[in-house]
Nanobody, 122 residues
């Protein structure tokens, strides 16, 4: 499966963005998809995810109540709705996939999109 992330941009604190992760090659419903982010000088961290059967993977505490993941199998796309954005959300956001059930470990994901930059100004 190939993944392409898009939808990043510059937004003011408190604003919203929706990221998309478009899959090609195989049905996205066969995979767990995770969203990760990496800020300058920091390690890549798990944000949230969705399992192959549609159940959510527990989000990182820093985004609970603000970020929501969803999936449209007809469009073969996973979305990340980000609300109440904070400057500390600034990072390159990546989507990644692995067959079956997902977890929080980046090393467990086999397929990665190219990343999309999210910048939140204060």
């Amino acid at each position: 499966v190939q993944l392409q992330a898009s939808g990043g941009g510059l937004v003011q604190a408190g604003g919203s963005l929706t990221l998309s992760c478009a899959a090609s090659g195989r049905p996205i419903g066969l995979y767990a998809v995770g969203w990760f982010r990496q800020a300058p000088g920091k390690e890549r961290e798990f944000v949230t995810g969705i399992n192959w059967y549609g159940g959510a993977i527990d989000s990182d505490d820093s985004v609970k109540g603000r970020f929501t993941i969803s999936r449209d199998t007809n469009k073969n796309t996973v979305y990340l709705q980000m609300n109440s954005l904070k400057p500390e959300d600034t990072a390159v956001y990546y989507c990644a996939a692995r067959p079956g059930v997902g977890d929080h470990r980046a090393a467990d994901y086999e397929y990665w999109g190219q990343g999309t930059q999210v910048t939140v100004s204060s």
